[in-house]
Structures are given as structure tokens and as C-alpha cells.
């Protein structure tokens, strides 16, 4: 489990399918932004089981063990991009920025990349501010990049590189 100061990433394994499978077929979890294909038990098995060793997803929880959203990366190339989602009961309480920076801190300290980057629909602005508040820059707009609810969409490129970070905000943080 990878802890911070307000919540606790913790990787998701088969005991969570049936939380997985009801999340991910809710479209209010996903937003307005994000596709809305509905995914049964089976599926998500075989998808789980086929990640790679560099694939890697988390349930984002608070210190009581709730679970309050997700957040993912995988490899892209010789870099990694990451993913998230919150319930929406519990967005704008700065627990996405705080996973994000966990997430940030743990592959910049496990691997050596030099690049970490996430993407999202233009009108996306809680997704664009909390890459923002994570460290990450905009690069720009990728044109007709997703097909998403019958239309292909833009995407921001956002990116944090190894020199921007420079040092862990949340894990094994170096005393002031
Ligand atoms: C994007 C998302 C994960 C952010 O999670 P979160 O836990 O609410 O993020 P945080 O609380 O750390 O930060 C959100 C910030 O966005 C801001 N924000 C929220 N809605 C906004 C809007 N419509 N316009 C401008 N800013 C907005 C909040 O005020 C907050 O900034 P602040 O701390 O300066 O006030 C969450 O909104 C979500 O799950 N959305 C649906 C799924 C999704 O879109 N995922 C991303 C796909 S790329």
C-alpha cells in the first residue's frame, strides 16, 4: 500500500471485481467526459489477469479504508501515463491531487523514465486543475485523439517531467 498524509493507494486485486464491475458501469462515476461501455465480471477477470507487470490499478481510500475513487498507470512507450476517477460525492476535497502526487513520487522513485503524462477532454477543467496542482504542464491539444460517446474528441496533453519534479512531494519526502 502506498500511503500519504490524507489517503492510502492500495492495489486492486480479484476481491475487488464486484466494486470494479458496479463503478465502472455507472456513468456518473466516469463523468461526462469519459466512455460509458458496460463491463461484466467476466470480462474484467480476463482484464485483470492480463495486466502487465507495468500496468498497474488502484483503488484511491481514505485512512478508514473507504474507497473513494481509482487511479492507474501503464507504460506508453518508454514513458507512462496515468488515469484517474473519483466518486462524486467525494471530488473537490483534494484527495485526486494527493493520489496523483503518490503516484507521481512512487514512478519517478521506482523506475527511470523521464516523463509522465495523462490526457483529457478539453472541457475537462477539475481534470486539467488537479494535473495542475500535481506538478503537471499543458503541452497541448490533440486533435480528434478519443472516440467517446458517438464523437471524436479532443484531448489536452499534460506531462510531468523528471527534472520538473525533481523530488518526492508525498513519499519518503525529504525533511525540510
Ligand atoms: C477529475 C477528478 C478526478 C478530480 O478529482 P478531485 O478529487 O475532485 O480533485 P481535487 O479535489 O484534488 O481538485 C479538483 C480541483 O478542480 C477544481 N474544479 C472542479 N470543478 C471545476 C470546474 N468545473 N471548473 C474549474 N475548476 C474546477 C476544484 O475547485 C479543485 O481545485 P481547487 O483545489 O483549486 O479548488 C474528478 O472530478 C472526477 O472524478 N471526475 C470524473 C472522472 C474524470 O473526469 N476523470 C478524469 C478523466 S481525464
Redesign the pocket.
Known sequence: MLEGPVVNLRIIGHEDIPLIVEWANDPDF??E??PIEQVNHREILKWLDGLSADEKWFFIEKKDDSKI?QIMYAPVGRHFVI????LPA????????EAIKIIVDYLFLTRDIVRIQ????PQ????Q??LE?AGFTKEGVKRKSVFIRGQWQDGVLYSILREDWREPKVLFKPKA
Do not use: D, I, P, Q
Open positions: 466516469g463523468g467526459f469519459e475513487g488515469g484517474y476517477r473519483m467525494e471530488r473537490n476535497k483534494g484527495y485526486c491531487t495523462a490526457e483529457t477532454n475537462n477543467l477539475a481534470s486543475k488537479v496542482k
